[in-house]
């Protein structure tokens, strides 16, 4: 009780004293400097001896502040200044930064700065004044983002740079004085104007060797010279009077003598110095002269085998990474391997600039290599700009442009040319027979009805007039083919009645190469067989069936391919042949049988293994793909089948998690980059992969890998070996671009066993990946497929991204100056010698895939229950077929109601593959198209319901050369919606005509969707348009308020969120960018009128929430995501029509739950390159920028690391400014 009671009477003391000091100040009665002296020094020794007082004079309401900053304001005496400075510091010193906040916005700055001004005008002036104010000064400044400005406008700024002058050897004042100055260097114009008087100078006089005194000031000293030398005019100071060389020596001498890591803060102060002045070209040159890389190499290898010294390894790996010295990637061109002349040429943009080019100009080298590295400075002021939140002005404000404004765009009688893609509309079904329950029977060269012809440079195949070469044919005008015609033997097609001479010739040439290799065979995998080609050569020949089956002998370590049926023709090591076609199986493992075979020696060709795919997916036929490879029509003119394309894929039967990243991984990525530099003769740098060089063999060493990407999709360009087991891979450009390398698809061969091969695809350009996140790349092997096993398997351990030293031109960077690239860098270990593997970024779906699969689904379905149309929309650039699918199910009956409920089913419009790499969005499509073909009565019931009208792959052309982004044009087709030209995007153009002409004739669907792959981003997730969550984002309520728009844009996602466990609700946005207004999803929306017009985005990585939590996504969760959009479809239906359903009352109440939720919009969107993808957002950031995870940091230390670049809207640019040039 007495505790509470004296507790009480200080307390209302501390209020008695604050009231008497602000009578003083309002009386100012001549006299009253010793009452306030006293009452000062009365409520100083409270603040210093009871915690509840400070709490008490900072409260919210309390009037202390204001009543002490009064007094400090009035006062002259010397000792109630002083107390009052005392007073103020006891305040701030605990609490953390909010004390300081208060005393900020009370306006104590002004004040102390002021009294600072008077001060000095004292001589000599009061030191322990001085020390107080700039004490106080030092601990609030941080909290004012004006105080530079402030301090320049009162003239303070050099008043205590000349203290520091006049005192060098009074340790007491200079330190705060140095930490003020530190404050005002934060402010680029006050470092500019503090270095014009000799500031730099100044603190290469404090600070200097290995010395136990004064740390605390050498401290001090380092951090303000850190921020002084962020300023470029006092950096290039810095450089002309040389000292790099004396930053880099000072830190190597306290790197030797303190061997107990005890000033770590120093030495970390003295790095941060030497990465200031690294910001400039001259700086990064000085240091390079001054041996630094090789200095900061030996010193942080040094400190590696000590955690603790983790800041210091990567502030040194950051500076060596930025003052790496830029390279040109290794190619003649930036521009594709592969040239396509475009019909037409566009009048503006890149594709047009590229095509300007002059033809002796040099787009690889860059005429800069940083970004910020004008010698001329510019100083303007900066504080604003911090204050800002960040705003995206990419969002749309004008409600005008956001209404959805209903227009055809062409003539209807110019529409009129899409009746033909809809004739269930005037279907009457009198000659059908909807009884009988047979299913149609598959024809193979069935007519997929008359294709819109575009004018392409299709026309010029030479195949199409000569019906007996039906594949794809070796030309020999194209130098990039030479080397495999002369290498391998090339079975071009020949006519039916040569048949049988021809199967002998061919079993005579296949054996005459293949034996000599055979007769040499044990228990190893067979290398550098030729590769197998597939011609049948006998009408009685059988396909390679499905459901083929494995049969291993322990007789022979040879294991060929046989059919599942009697094959007359089979060569010595497996291949299996096929009618008129010059399409070449990938290099192949000719045994099944592994090590423990090692008792077996005999080789005989006779003994026949089949492969068994007894899993794989009834679509999946690997003779038919064949035949869907001879009329895909590629640039390259591929003459070859990647084996995981021919032989299919069967997820694995284990989960795959995502990969948890190790402990300083891109460090030691780094690390090993830069010993490149340092022991360059330990480098073999050599070519042993090239497109651009079409007599580039495969290297003949056993201890070599060989390459190969010659094949649909496939995508590598040029291969150097770096050391015996690292490789360096660069990707193709898209053809007609100049850019986006993401996308690769290659083969390996000639690996040994228990080595770890280290691959660097070292040109990708967006600026942060899943591949830091637990993302891997994707690996198939033949020898596992050969073992029942034919998976494509998430692989790869040491994998990151980051940002390496090769420099984009300015011609491919738009005009903007060493935008650097990244590197994906993975390690493998292969399971199996001598195998054939595959790596792909994400699971590939070829173009003929997907033929196959319409081919498979159509001839699988029962006609009388599905209705089921494949038609060709058009002709791609390339010359080959877009195909488009309309499903739904057959009317009950040919009588009346029923044909008429049959024309009246609402339309549901889906597209896909837009973006070639984004190969998910196939998968999750291929769920979508079996789901709907299903026996399942849900399906049935959906058929019932809508009419679906499918454009299973938007852009063929990219898909089959291997692009990432872009088609044959150049150009990124999801920009073309707006204004698509018929010559350069005929798929758009006549895609968009179907939905018009839908508009026109007042059948608008009811849902429209574009499925895509998202590259940075977790989970499946949606985009939709909405005027109200846009506007409500950019807090425009004004227009917004009384805006009535209907929220059933967000029950589909809800109902996907609710029943797709891969699905995020919190991930979906409805805002519609200006940049997006040429994307489907926009145009759609805005232009066709379709409320619920989305972009489906499925990640690449994996799941953070739900059922697969944790997990990396495979093709059955994709698959499983496209029948679950089914399902998400009728649910649509049910809620709209709920008197025809017996549905639970919960179900029926989840759109009233949705209109009254809030439209929050959780993922704003911001692009780099164009991408549909929002800004990067993860809970740890391993920038691609930085070195690793952020490192913990000092408490006194922490404003030394950069804040990481969490946003990927920020440009290449930005991000150069904030971490690395």
Not at 282 to 304: P, V, W
Not at 702 to 723: A, C, P, T, W, Y
Not at 914 to 937: C, D, F, I, Q, R
Not at 978 to 995: E, F, M, R, V
Request: proline share 5%.
């Amino acid at each position: 009780m007495n505790k509470v009671k004296t507790s009480t009477e200080k307390s209302s003391r501390t209020m008695s004293l604050l009231s008497q000091l602000e009578k003083i100040n309002l009386d100012s009665v001549l006299g009253e400097a010793d009452n306030a002296r006293y009452v000062t020094a009365k409520i100083l020794h409270l603040v210093q001896s009871q915690e509840k007082t400070k709490k008490e004079m900072t409260s919210k309401g309390s009037s202390a502040i204001e009543v002490i900053l009064s007094t400090l304001e009035n006062t002259r005496d010397p000792q109630t200044i002083l107390n009052i400075l005392s007073i103020l510091i006891e305040l701030v010193s605990v609490g953390g930064g909010r004390r300081a906040s208060v005393l900020v916005t009370k306006g104590g700055t002004q004040i102390l700065l002021q009294l600072l001004l008077n001060a000095s005008k004292e001589s000599p002036p009061n030191e322990e004044l001085m020390v107080l104010l700039h004490t106080l000064l030092a601990k609030i400044g941080p909290k004012d983002k004006k105080i530079g400005m402030k301090a320049r406008i009162n003239g303070a700024l050099n008043i205590s740079l000349n203290l520091v002058k006049q005192n060098l050897q009074n340790h007491r004042l200079i330190l705060p004085c140095l930490q003020v100055l530190r404050v005002y260097s934060t402010n680029s114009v006050n470092a500019v104007s503090l270095g014009k008087n000799g500031v730099v100078e100044l603190m290469f006089k404090i600070i200097g060797p290995f010395s136990k005194k004064n740390t605390s000031l050498m401290k001090v000293a380092l951090d303000t010279l850190a921020a002084l030398l962020k300023s470029k005019t006092n950096a290039r100071r810095a450089v002309d009077r040389g000292y790099v060389h004396m930053l880099l020596t000072i830190y190597v001498d306290w790197h030797r003598h303190d061997s107990r890591h005890r000033y770590m803060l120093i030495r970390k102060g003295v790095l941060q110095c030497i990465k200031s002045v690294t910001n400039i070209k001259l700086g990064r040159k000085a240091f390079i002269d001054a041996n630094g890389m090789k200095i900061l190499y030996n010193t942080s290898q040094e400190c590696l085998a000590v955690r603790t010294l983790d800041p210091l390894v990567n502030t040194s790996s950051l500076i060596m990474r930025k003052c790496f010295p830029k390279n040109r990637l290794p190619l003649p061109t930036i521009k594709s391997a592969f040239h396509f002349q475009l019909p037409v040429i566009p009048a503006s943009g890149p594709v047009a600039q590229m095509y300007n080019l002059p033809p002796d100009v040099d787009d690889v080298v860059d005429e800069s290599d940083d970004n910020d590295d004008a010698e001329t400075e510019s100083e303007i002021e900066t504080e604003d700009d911090k204050d800002q939140n960040f705003k995206n002005d990419d969002i749309e404000t004008d409600i005008n442009k956001l209404k959805p404004r209903q227009e055809l765009g062409r003539p209807l009688e110019e529409l009129k040319m899409y009746e033909q893609f809809f004739p269930e509309l005037t279907e009457n079904f009198q000659e059908c027979d909807l009884v009988s329950k047979e299913p149609k029977p598959f024809v193979s060269n069935a007519n997929l009805g008359g294709p819109i012809v575009v004018p392409t440079a299709g026309e010029e195949f030479s195949a199409e007039t000569n019906p007996s070469v039906i594949g794809i044919s070796l030309k020999e005008g194209n130098p990039l083919l030479t080397e495999e015609y002369n290498r391998r033997p090339a079975f071009l097609g020949l006519p039916k009645k040569d048949s049988i001479k021809a199967s002998s010739l061919l079993q005579q040439n296949v054996q005459r190469n293949l034996l000599p290799s055979c007769q040499c065979l044990s228990q190893e995998i067979v290398t550098g067989l030729d590769r197998i080609s597939l011609q049948n050569t006998s009408e009685n020949d059988q396909y390679y069936a499905t459901g083929c089956v494995i049969k291993k002998d322990n007789k022979t370590s040879l294991t060929p391919l046989a059919c599942s049926k009697t094959c007359e023709h089979v060569s010595p090591c497996g291949s299996s042949l096929f009618e008129g076609s010059s399409v070449h199986l990938g290099k192949f493992c000719c045994t099944g049988v592994e090590s423990e075979e090692e008792d077996s020696k005999s080789s005989s060709s006779g003994e026949q293994v089949v492969l068994e795919v007894s899993d794989v997916s009834p679509v999946h036929d690997c003779d038919l793909y064949i035949e869907m490879v001879k009329t895909t029509k590629s640039i390259p003119e591929y003459s070859e089948v990647a084996y995981p394309d021919y032989f299919g894929h069967i997820p694995p039967p284990f989960k795959e998690p995502i990969l948890e990243r190790p402990y300083g991984v891109q460090r030691t990525k780094i690390s090993q980059d830069i010993e490149r530099l340092i022991h360059q003769n330990d480098i073999i740098d050599r070519v042993v992969y090239d497109l651009d060089n079409s007599i580039c063999s495969a290297p003949e060493e056993v201890d070599v890998l060989k390459f190969n990407s010659k094949f649909e999709s496939g995508n590598l360009r040029k291969v150097i070996q770096i050391r015996k087991n690292e490789y360096d891979l660069i990707l193709n450009s898209d053809i007609n671009s100049n850019h986006y390398h993401q996308w690769f698809y290659f083969e390996v061969s000639g690996m040994k066993t228990g080595i770890g091969y280290r691959f660097n695809i070292i040109n990708c350009e967006k600026s942060n990946s899943q591949f830091n996140y637990g993302m891997q790349p994707l690996m198939y092997s033949v020898q596992e497929a050969l073992n029942s096993r034919p998976s494509w398997t998430r692989v790869g351990t040491d994998i990151c991204y980051y940002k390496n030293h090769f420099s984009r031109s300015s011609i491919a960077a738009g005009g903007q100056k060493g935008k650097s690239y990244y590197t994906i860098t993975f390690t493998v270990t292969f399971q199996h010698k001598d195998d054939v593997c595959y790596f792909a970024y994400h699971y590939p779906y070829t173009y003929s895939t997907l033929k196959m699969h319409l081919q498979k689904l159509e001839s699988m379905h029962n006609p009388q229950q599905i209705y089921f149309r494949q038609d060709a929309l058009c002709e791609t650039l390339g010359g080959n077929i877009c195909p488009i699918v309309t499903i739904t199910a057959m009317p009950e009956s040919n009588y009346y109601e029923h044909i008429c409920q049959f024309r009246n089913r609402p339309y549901i419009f889906l597209s896909a593959r837009v973006h070639p790499g984004e190969t998910n969005a196939s998968w999750v499509m291929k769920g979508t198209l079996e789901y709907l073909m299903s026996s399942n009565p849900s399906a049935q019931s959906l058929r019932e319901s809508y009419i679906f009208k499918i454009i299973p792959m938007l852009n063929p052309d990219g898909v089959i050369n291997g692009n990432h982004r872009c088609s044959l044009s150049g150009e990124d087709l999801n920009r073309q919606w707006q204004n698509p030209n018929p010559d350069l995007h005929p798929t758009i153009y006549h895609a968009k005509g179907l939905l018009q002409y839908l508009a026109a004739i007042k059948r608008l669907p009811l849902v429209y969707c574009d499925y895509h792959g998202h590259s940075r981003k977790k989970n499946v997730f949606m985009y939709g348009c909405s005027i109200k969550e846009t506007m409500w984002h950019t807090n425009v309520n004004t227009a917004s308020c009384d805006l009535m728009e209907d929220p059933g844009y967000r029950v589909l996602p809800k109902i996907l969120s609710q029943t797709a466990p891969a699905f995020c609700m919190g991930s979906c946005s409805f805002v519609v960018e200006k940049s997006k207004e040429s994307t489907a999803r926009v145009v759609v929306w805005r232009e066709i009128g379709v409320q619920r017009s989305y972009t489906m985005e499925s990640t690449l990585c994996g799941c953070d929430q739900g059922k697969y939590k944790g997990l990396q996504i495979g093709t059955k969760e994709l698959e499983e995501m496209g029948a679950k959009f089914c399902v998400g479809l009728l649910r649509l239906k049910r809620m709209a029509s709920p008197l025809e359903y017996n549905l639970p009352s919960g179900l029926l109440d989840i759109e009233n739950e949705l209109i009254e939720s809030s439209c929050k919009v959780t993922s704003p969107t911001t692009y780099v390159l164009d991408e549909d993808e929002p800004r990067f957002l993860e809970e740890v950031d391993y920038s691609a920028e930085s070195n690793d995870d952020q490192d913990a940091e000092l408490a006194d230390n922490v404003g030394d690391y950069e804040a990481n670049n969490q946003e990927d809207g920020l440009s290449d640019s930005d991000s150069t400014r904030i971490l690395l040039s």
